[in-house]
């Protein structure tokens, strides 16, 4: 039987994450969660997974927007879990995928988190060893993919109200919230950002990178950027760029590209 894991990343840590998990098991396909992500999900999968970074205490909005609007027929028998990185607080994130499972008639069973590197350059300098604290994530990893294999069962706490407000609040910022990125003198037109968004946010007029109102929050567009050329308000200027050392730019678009053929090959 197979196993397929969904991701949604940024900078590539929650995408290195799923990459480890999935190459410790059998026939594992690994599926971006983007704007275009083929929401069919066939029955028979063995195991089901979501992997991506703690967005105040919960999903990425477009992870629960794929939860919710996900169509299948029979999963009953398919094992789901979720796997979340973070940097601060972790919040009651896999209290609230269990709730957006439970909304679609299904239960999480396996839920763990990752702290790894933080990457939030909009809200913070960056500080900390990066090579110390991406071994540490590879050895928290360790458990987790021993624990997915053997269909580990947890128990999940239910959520409560004050923190599903808070998280909602949240996702309510980002998505109604007006673009504050710009793109300086130093961009060569590389389409980098535009390649690496999940949101199909960017795109290039005259060659100038041109942002719209559906961001993510996802960091990818600065963070890839090879010229620094785009930041955030007055924030971003003078702090360090991260990106996970084994998780480029054309292996996070790559999974954008081949999803977009399989999506042109089903219509």
Known sequence: ???????????????????????????CELVAIYKDTLLEIQSGLDRIGFVFPNYAGGPPSMVAD?????????LSDTYIFCVSTYA?????????????????????????KIITYP??????????????ILKKAEINTKPVID????????????LETSDKERYDTFIAFIRNGTSSYDVNKNCVSCGICRDVCPAK???????????????????ACIQHCPKRAINYENKTQDRMRYTHPEIGHKVISQYYLSQDVKSADNR
């Open 1 to 27: 039987m197979k196993n397929r894991i969904y991701f949604f990343t940024g900078t590539g840590n929650s995408l290195k994450v799923a990459k480890d998990i999935a190459n410790a098991l059998p026939e």
């Open 66 to 74: 794929f939860v919710h609007n996900m169509k299948f027929l029979d």
């Open 88 to 112: 601060g607080n972790n919040g009651t994130v896999i209290s609230q995928m269990a709730n957006l499972l439970q909304q679609r008639g299904l239960q999480l069973n396996y839920g763990d």
């Open 119 to 132: 990457n939030a350059v909009t809200a913070y300098p960056m500080t900390g060893d990066v090579n110390d």
């Open 147 to 158: 624990s997915i294999i053997a269909k580990q069962r947890i128990t999940i706490q239910p």
């Open 201 to 219: 946010n960017i795109t290039l007029e005259d060659g100038i990178p041109v942002f719209h109102n559906q961001c993510e929050s996802c960091m």
